[in-house]
Nanobody, 115 residues
């Protein structure tokens, strides 16, 4: 089994920054892709950013230029640094790992940005 534990969410004022972390444990394939998603109240879950095992990244247009996804393969951990946060960034943020062809999700961490 694979478990993902997210941390780093919280309440921040607009313009502030947060760094989310997601640690994976279990039988982890080194050639995996990791990603961050978010889901705001009343909205569908949306992709925020992805990173391959080799470090190739992609971002949603809504966060491009303000966020950076990174990973520490030795720690099986993925990070999401978010800067210049906006109220519309308020959501529950989830990490996902595609491990041996199967998707695993974390429990989510709440990010609230006040105006």
């Amino acid at each position: 089994q694979v478990q993902l534990v997210e941390s780093g969410g919280g309440l921040v004022q607009a313009g502030g920054s947060l760094r989310l972390s997601c640690a994976a444990s279990g039988r982890i394939c080194r050639m995996n892709a990791m990603a961050w998603y978010r889901q705001a109240p009343g909205k569908q879950r949306e992709l925020v950013a992805t990173i391959t095992s080799g470090g190739t990244t992609n971002y949603a247009d809504s966060v491009k230029g303000r966020s950076t996804i990174s990973r520490d393969n030795a720690k099986n951990t993925v990070y999401l640094q978010m800067n210049s946060l906006k109220p519309e960034d308020t959501a529950v943020y989830y990490c996902k790992i595609n491990n041996w062809g199967q998707d695993y999700w974390g429990q989510g961490t709440q990010v609230t940005v006040s105006s």
